[in-house]
């Protein structure tokens, strides 16, 4: 049992660059999120996903898109990155008890 | 808009003491809140959640409060350890959503 398991770890992209990131959760869980964590920022939420086939905005969406491939999978693209997106990326899941399960984390640098 | 407020700056105690960390937050009607702590380089570990018709909640040396009237929840650790070193994270959440926003987090010290 794994828990939720992104990659990659560390990526060095150049501006304008695209990239996907990938996360997957053997949970079974509905509910699958995307955050980046900035120094002095908090978790900030980028996109969510309430069930397979679905997704919804959070608080910092631009830049980005995501893919609820099926009810383990949801993805995160950045067709051009840009350095402002240079950031660490978290994906989760949660269960039905309402209990968050974060990955280890992205970190990814753009310059 | 919906706000979430919690300490920027770090609360450093003595080993021993408790430590009391504090989450505000505006525009928002939780159905329940929880709390999380954060290590450094690693994802956030759920540690406690406390639901709107609940006051207090225990486990271990932790201890959660919970008031909608002032908008408002306590974190408490008692006996506080070096371990308990980290920063913590709140997270309240609405019952019509599946949208959780954290708070920034408190960073919390525990010296020898």
């Known amino acids: 049992n794994a828990g939720v398991t992104q990659t990659p770890k560390f990526q060095v992209l150049k501006t304008g660059q695209s990239m996907t990131l990938q996360c997957a959760q053997d949970m079974n869980h509905n509910s699958m999120y995307w955050y980046r964590q900035d120094p002095g920022m908090g978790l900030r939420l980028i996109y969510y996903?309430?069930?397979?086939?679905?997704?919804d905005k959070g608080e910092v969406p631009n830049g980005y898109n995501v893919s609820r491939l099926n009810k383990r999978e949801f993805s995160l693209r950045l067709e051009s990155a840009a350095p402002s997106q240079t950031s660490v990326y978290f994906c989760a899941s949660r269960d039905t008890g309402n209990t968050i399960y974060f990955g280890e984390g992205s970190w990814l640098t753009v310059v | 808009s919906q706000k979430i407020e919690q300490n920027s700056e770090a609360l450093n105690i003595q080993e021993g003491k408790t430590a009391t960390l504090t989450c505000n937050y505006t525009?928002?009607?939780?159905?329940?809140l929880q709390w999380y702590r954060q290590d450094p380089g690693r994802g956030p570990v759920f540690l406690l959640l406390i639901r709107e018709n609940e006051k207090e909640k225990r486990k271990e040396r932790l201890k959660v409060t919970f008031d909608t009237t002032l908008k408002q929840s306590l974190f408490h650790i008692t006996a506080s350890q070096p371990a308990d070193s980290a920063t913590y994270l709140c997270a309240p959440r609405p019952a019509d959503t599946d949208k959780l926003i954290f708070g920034t987090g408190t960073r919390l010290q525990v010296f020898p």
């Open positions: 525009n928002y009607s939780p159905a329940y």
């Open positions: 996903s309430a069930s397979e086939g679905t997704t």
